[in-house]
């Protein structure tokens, strides 16, 4: 069983996870919109991943025998100036992400919950990726600066991504 604080933190991050997922199909929408179909492929997989995170907290509270409660999401961003403002925005949101990590960590070792600090260990990890992929993106668009061929080479490039479930499950 879940203290109550710690099952408030938990199901209060699966609504970060959900907005993190909302949010970045909303930023794959922008891009399908200004043609940057690689861009958007990138962000839909991004949006996939957060999918998963999602699923990882809810199972995990349902396994310590504890109830899910689901609250309203925000409407994301619809719109940006360019694609560097969204990518940025996209960095920032991750290192939210990660303070919000690190406060249920915080609080896990407060409470004396070792099972859900090593459960939360694993997105500890996974932020460090999120924040290093978003700021390398960052810096290619800064590169690239008004370069449109280059912006052509990085759209293919990130078209290529995919999403391996398996992976975000801990399979
Ligand atoms: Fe982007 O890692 Fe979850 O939120």
Redesign the pocket.
């Known amino acids: 069983m879940l203290k109550k604080v710690m099952s408030e933190k938990l199901n209060n991050q699966i609504n ?2 959900a907005f ?1 997922a909302y949010l970045y199909y909303s930023m794959s929408a922008y891009f399908e919109s200004i043609n940057l179909k690689g861009f958007a492929n990138w962000m839909t997989m ?1 949006a996939q ?2 999918i998963a ?1 999602t699923h990882r907290l809810f199972t995990y509270i349902n396994d310590k025998g504890d109830r899910v409660l689901l609250r309203a999401l925000e409407e994301p961003q619809r719109d940006w100036d360019s694609p560097l403002a969204c990518i940025e925005d996209a960095y920032n949101h ?1 290192c939210f ?1 990660s303070e919000c990590i690190n406060e249920c960590v915080t609080l896990a070792l407060q409470e004396n919950d070792h099972a859900t600090n090593a459960m939360l260990q694993w ?1 500890v990890s ?2 460090v990726e ?1 924040e290093a992929n978003a700021d390398d993106l960052v810096q290619k668009l800064k590169l690239i600066g008004d370069n449109s061929s280059g912006l052509y080479m990085l759209d293919a490039e990130l078209g290529k991504r995919t999403f391996d479930p398996a992976a975000e499950a801990g399979q």
């Open positions: 970060h996870e993190s991004q991943e957060e995170h991750e992400i997105f996974e932020q999120e």
